[in-house]
């Protein structure tokens, strides 16, 4: 059973970042399916690389737009962003060395964090890029 599904409450109606949204939850699930049947350290240590790195990704994408169309927001955006680079990074560098077990609680933040900031900070910023002709 997935961590977390897609629903269009999450939608911010932007095709590309709607379908990056789409992909982080992808690898959340993958993370969290990984874990669940305690797959080797070298595949979750793959798994969350490819999710780092595509919430670098998918964070630029977004911070372009925000630029683009100077969104008032945009230095929280990008602080916000950044808390979620650091500590992720973190994982990844422990999970990658051996000294950190995946476990439900560090799950539940990842699927916590993407929830809120999707239905809270990327909410706030859909309107704007919106009436600014993104789709």
Request: aromatic fraction near 10%; proline fraction near 2%; hydrophobic fraction near 40%.
């Amino acid at each position: 059973m997935p961590l977390i599904e897609w629903d269009e409450n999450f939608s911010v109606n932007i095709d590309r970042i709607d379908r990056e949204h789409r992909k982080l939850i992808g690898l959340i699930n993958q993370l969290h399916e990984a874990m669940l049947e305690q797959k080797a350290q070298k595949a979750m240590t793959a798994i969350v690389t490819e999710m780092v790195d595509y919430a670098q990704t998918h964070f630029a994408t977004e911070e372009l737009y925000m630029e683009e169309f100077r969104y008032p927001d945009l230095d929280l955006h990008r602080v916000e962003h950044q808390k979620f680079i650091e500590k992720t990074d973190e994982l990844r560098k422990r999970v990658s060395q051996g000294e950190f077990v995946l476990s439900l609680e560090v799950m539940r933040f990842l699927r916590d964090w993407l929830k809120g900031h999707i239905l809270g900070t990327d909410k706030k910023y859909a309107p704007f890029l919106n009436e600014n002709g993104i789709t």
